[in-house]
């Protein structure tokens, strides 16, 4: 039987570490977990998360009631762009996605099951052409569960254009009778994505992470280091 050489056994850990990069970056990174079973982010993500969350509650909040109830008797009347006061509502819309940050801001109502998609509506956008009313929104479990009564941020950014990621966040929007008539949605400004690819749905290394989990849930990094010093100071 053939010996292994020194070079040989030196080179093997070494081949193993290299095949495990390469299949983290074809496969992505797995999520991480704290001993109680909750997620931990990088301090910049969850900075990111929080941000998009403040946005889009702020925004939603002005927009229960009389606001509702105005966006109910658009859509039901067909009418879409050429609606009594559709452009100052458009407007305000707009103002809300300056102050945020985001790329868009929209309002989502009617669900399409057949394309498993909610319709758009007063989309205001930083781009140039402009997004067509009753443009589909994919219906993420975010998106859901803010149709369900729960402000929510997505578990991850996306490539609103090439190189342009953003990360978005959603409010569930009420009438005048407490019913939730639409979702506010935004998609804000994360460039610091590109740092951390795992976050990113668009990237080959994503993490594969869709479920939202609340805010005070997810642990960041330092979050954990402060604990595990506070725990060794206990010990000693």
Not at 89 to 105: F, G, Q, Y
Request: with cysteine; proline share 5%; net charge negative.
């Amino acid at each position: 039987m053939p010996r292994l050489t020194r070079k040989k056994i030196i080179a093997i850990p070494l081949a193993l570490c290299i095949l495990a990069a390469a299949l983290t970056a074809c496969f992505g990174s797995e999520p991480k977990y704290d001993d109680e079973g909750r997620l931990i982010v990088p301090d910049k993500i969850k900075t990111v998360m929080e941000r998009a969350l403040k946005n889009v509650k702020s925004g939603g909040s002005g927009l229960n009631g009389k606001f509702a109830n105005w966006h109910e008797s658009m859509i039901a009347s067909g009418l879409e762009h050429n609606y009594p006061e559709y452009g100052e509502k458009l407007d305000l819309i707009d103002e809300m996605r300056r102050r945020s940050r985001a790329r868009n801001a929209y309002l989502l109502y009617a669900y399409d099951a057949e394309d498993d998609a909610y319709s758009m509506s007063l989309c205001a956008s930083a781009s140039e052409k402009p997004v067509p009313f009753n443009e589909k929104r994919e219906a993420t479990p975010a998106i859901r569960e803010a149709f369900a009564g729960r402000g929510t941020v997505e578990m991850f950014a996306w490539e609103y254009e090439e190189n342009d990621l953003v990360w978005s966040a959603f409010m569930p929007v009420y009438n005048e009778e407490a019913e939730i008539v639409a979702v506010l949605g935004i998609d804000r400004v994360a460039t610091i994505v590109q740092s951390f690819p795992e976050w990113n749905r668009d990237s080959h290394r994503w993490n594969g992470l869709t479920e939202p989990l609340p805010l005070d849930s997810i642990r960041g990094e330092k979050d954990v280091a402060n604990a595990t010093e506070a725990k060794r100071g206990r010990v000693l």
